[in-house]
């Protein structure tokens, strides 16, 4: 009950500003990856991939937090950001609502930057979301940034202080009705830990 009642109260939020059909579709995205997923996966990696892409890891020119702060710079506030595979090549990925944190999904231009991050510089491709499966995760991506005074630089450097590692994944989601993020870091010894940092408090929780 206290993760519907944490739902509710982000409709309530956004109701004034954001259409019932279109909460409804985030409602049913979130739904899905609970119900094909289950709760507090940070990214959808497959164990090979896993296994590859932290063996890729050490060939990236740049951090995520590199990637966030150019993404920022580029194009609005980061929501979400990731290092994984594409093909053989490896790909630096990072989310963000053009018209910053204040405005609303609805009335926000959510995309994409990604790219290869071996090369000297970063050079993403940008891409702007017209499908309803990522408009809709997208959208609780920033709604759930909404929520917290943090940024994922902040997420970044909390779970990275708490744990020695690359930080490979950070995604916003929710944990027993609380907003968190979902944190992927590799470990010096080619392992990957999951850690989720708590979005009201900044307190590591796992």
Do not use: C
């Not at 609805?106 to 499908?131: I, S, Y």
């Amino acid at each position: 009950m206290t993760r519907w009642r944490f739902l509710r109260g982000i409709g309530k939020a956004l109701i004034a500003s954001t259409s019932v059909a279109f909460l409804l579709l985030v409602w049913s995205v979130w739904l899905l990856e609970m119900l094909v997923h289950g709760p507090g996966l940070a990214a959808e990696y497959k164990e090979e991939e896993t296994r590859v892409l932290l063996i890729r890891l050490k060939d990236s020119k740049h951090s995520l937090a590199d990637g966030i702060r150019q993404a920022e710079k580029e194009e609005g506030f980061a929501i979400s950001a990731k290092f994984e595979m594409e093909g053989d090549e490896l790909s630096l990925s990072v989310y963000t609502a053009k018209q910053g944190r204040d405005v609303d999904a609805e009335h926000n231009t959510l995309m994409e930057l990604a790219g290869n991050p071996t090369r000297d510089q970063w050079e993403p491709k940008k891409e702007v979301f017209e499908d309803k499966p990522h408009i809709a995760r997208a959208s609780m991506h920033l709604t759930l940034m909404q929520v917290t005074k943090l940024t994922l630089e902040d997420v970044i450097k909390k779970a990275a202080a708490h744990h020695p590692g690359t930080v490979y994944s950070v995604t916003p989601a929710i944990h027993n009705g609380k907003p968190v993020s979902d944190v992927l870091v590799a470990t010096p010894d080619g392992k990957s830990v999951h850690l989720t940092v708590d979005l009201r408090t900044g307190k590591v929780i796992k």
